[in-house]
């Protein structure tokens, strides 16, 4: 087996400009690890910024989606783009976010049956079809959302969230990107 986290050459942190390394050692700091993927986009510094800076537009923000359910959109079509390090890095996410050590196994291999809300399972179904058929998206949609209390803003940051990963599941998955294997024991129980 490689061991490489990537088949491009990886980033040392210490050599990253100065704000791209305070804000990995902040995640190394709550972490207790540098997550692989800052060290294999960290190849390419600018890009890994506008990475960096456009996640945290979407993931750190007040919204009518909890930190939990962003995961989930995380997981869920992560898990239909089958990348494997989004899986294990936002599934150990999600199980923090939620509390719950089972939940990001049930939304990552079958959403429909997880042990989640209906409103829950049409965000994600609104996300995956926002991931492989986005053209087909129609007021219906809306209306659905709507009826599950989702504003046209959680709407929009569904399908952003969706496409954002979109993009990450397909620089990872070409770049051979592996998980940290902390990730895949983080959160699997709790008392």
Request: charged share 25%.
């Amino acid at each position: 087996m490689n061991n490489a986290i990537s088949r491009y050459p990886t980033a040392d942190v210490m050599q990253l400009p100065e704000d791209l390394r305070d804000r990995i050692l902040v995640v190394q700091e709550k972490a207790g690890f540098v997550p692989n993927v800052f060290l294999a986009l960290g190849h390419r510094p600018l890009e890994l910024r506008a990475f960096m800076d456009y996640h945290d537009a979407l993931m750190e923000k007040d919204s009518g989606l909890s930190q939990a359910e962003r995961e989930m959109i995380i997981v869920a079509t992560s898990n239909s783009n089958e990348c494997l390090y989004c899986v294990v890095a936002h599934g150990a996410i999600l199980r923090i976010r939620a509390k719950n050590g089972v939940l990001a196994d049930q939304v990552a291999v079958n959403y429909r049956k997880a042990d989640i809300s209906e409103r829950q399972k049409a965000m994600l179904e609104f996300a995956m079809k926002t991931a492989h058929a986005a053209q087909t998206t129609s007021e219906q949609d809306f209306v659905h959302l709507h009826e599950h209390g989702f504003s046209d803003e959680d709407i929009w940051d569904i399908a952003a969230i969706t496409a954002f990963f979109g993009l990450s599941n397909r620089m990872v998955n070409f770049a051979s990107i592996q998980p940290n294997v902390e990730f895949y024991n983080m959160a699997r129980s709790w008392d």
